[in-house]
């Protein structure tokens, strides 16, 4: 039996997909908030539910968020609304 299953720790989803091979979201993956985010909570991507952090404010249940990376203890999320924001680099 292992340790996990003694102590019964479940690991991240982000850490569990990666090691089990399988799909894990990509940046610019949709998906909503499940849980209140200030700034950490967990989101739906893929019919999939992920721990998550939010880049910056905070994001009620319901709310679309988009992935904008991979932390090391869940996705890190921000609403697709503060991307159209984001200033622009320009390539001059």
């Given at each position: ?46 019919d ?29 999320v ?15």
């Amino acid at each position: 039996m292992l340790m996990s299953e003694i102590l019964n720790v479940k690991k991240n989803p982000v850490e569990e997909a990666t090691a089990l091979n399988e799909k894990k979201p990509t940046i610019g993956a949709r998906g909503r908030a499940i849980t209140p985010m200030m700034p950490s909570g967990k989101v739906l991507v893929d019919d999939i539910e992920y721990s998550a952090s939010f880049k910056s404010g905070f994001a009620d249940p319901g709310d679309e968020v988009v992935v904008v990376g991979l932390g090391a203890f869940g996705l890190i999320v921000d609403k697709p609304d503060s991307l159209a924001q984001a200033p622009q680099n320009d390539p001059q």
